[in-house]
Antibody, heavy 118, light 107 residues
């Protein structure tokens, strides 16, 4: 069973970018899709996008199109989510989650808190 | 894009009560529906996939049903440890849209 470990908390200025990593272990990284889901304080889960590392193809939610980039490094079994032009509303916990393509999400990473503040 | 709508947004019930949460898809999604439980400050946990298949280790008081556009999550006998927010999610395509969540509390 794959396990996901995310990078640590970040504090960013408005207008800057953040890049969060998600390292997989214990499974065949390339076989999975890695999705990114965010949760603003007191809010629900919001799917941002996903990548299938073996294909190198990423799909994004329309809301984040043009501002988010999801990549994967098969050599290190690590997925990345970069969000640019940060604003205060992007303050949230960002989760990565693994799935077989078009399957349910399990497991999830532990979450990374990104705080956007001047 | 397919939208997922849950109801109610919150509920309060007594220990031992039967609790039902509804999730409706704006278009048919067959049985490509999962349910997650998220306790405060914790990572979401998969409860049910394929609309009605219980994830290993999940108590049998949880059950799911439905197909097409209408789905339900049922807790047959609410326990104190079930206090959480529950989310449905469709996964029939690349876009894994979630419902807005249902917060379950003990009365």
């Amino acid at each position: 069973q794959v396990q996901l470990v995310q990078s640590g908390a970040e504090v960013k200025k408005p207008g800057s970018s953040v890049k969060v990593s998600c390292k997989a272990s214990g499974g065949t990284f390339s076989s999975y899709a890695i999705s990114w889901v965010r949760q603003a304080p007191g809010q629900g889960l919001e799917w941002m996008g996903r990548i299938i590392p073996i294909l190198g193809i990423a799909n994004y939610a329309q809301k984040f199109q043009g501002r988010v980039t999801i990549t994967a490094d098969k050599s290190t079994s690590t997925a990345y989510m970069e969000l640019s032009s940060l604003r205060s509303e992007d303050t949230a916990v960002y989760y990565c989650a693994a799935s077989l393509p078009n399957w349910w999400f399990d497991p999830w990473g532990q979450g990374t808190l990104v705080t956007v503040s001047s | 894009d397919i939208q997922m709508t849950q109801s109610p947004s919150s509920l309060s019930a007594s220990v031992g009560d039967r609790v039902t949460i509804t999730c409706r898809a704006s278009q048919g999604i067959s049985n490509y529906l999962a349910w997650y439980q998220q306790k405060p400050g914790k990572v979401p946990k998969l409860l049910i996939y394929a609309a009605s298949t219980l994830q290993s280790g999940v108590p049998s008081r949880f059950s799911g049903s439905g197909s097409g556009t209408d789905f339900t999550l049922t807790i047959s006998s609410l326990q104190p440890e079930d206090v959480a927010t529950y989310y449905c999610q469709k996964y029939n395509s690349a876009r894994g849209t979630f419902g807005q969540g249902t917060k379950v509390e003990i009365k």
